[in-house]
């Protein structure tokens, strides 16, 4: 039974937001390559979504927990702050990005919408697959 401070569930739901984000991205480009643009409309409007409620869930688990340290040691250190500080950089710039590209498509301006997408596809894909790499490193593979 969990008590009611208990956050330690927080970085399991933030890690499959992440990954089911990550799935969603790798849908939506599959589905825009192929034509099926009300198919590529529904997922990415759903990415959009999981990645909102991510972003709800991080900011709660952090405001409550604080910063997590991680606990690794030798070689495994600059590789992870490597991918942290990446991911970090990258997920503040993703923010305006996905808006910016969500807005355009919206408004039907596909010319402008499909030239910040090739941008805003990568490295969102990346955030989103980084973020499940950091949970994985800060939570399983160092927990001495």
């Known amino acids: 039974m969990r008590m009611a401070n208990d956050y330690s569930i927080f970085p399991v739901i933030n890690a499959t937001l992440n990954g089911t984000s990550a799935v969603l ?9 192929r034509g099926r643009i009300g198919a590529h409309r529904a997922v990415m409007i759903t990415a959009v979504s999981v990645s909102t409620l991510f972003l709800i869930s991080y900011l709660y688990y952090h405001a409550h927990v604080g910063s997590v340290h991680f ?30 590209t969500l807005s355009r498509a919206l408004r039907e301006r596909f010319d402008r919408h499909r030239a910040i997408a090739r941008w805003t596809y990568p490295l969102w894909l990346y955030v989103s697959v980084t973020g499940v790499v950091i949970y994985f490193m800060l939570y399983h593979l160092f927990t001495s």
């Open 25 to 33: 991205l790798l849908l939506g480009r599959r589905f825009i390559k």
């Open 71 to 100: 606990k690794g040691r030798g070689l495994s250190r600059p590789i992870y702050f490597t991918i942290l500080i990446s991911h970090t950089l990258l997920a503040a710039a993703i923010v305006p990005l996905v808006i910016i």
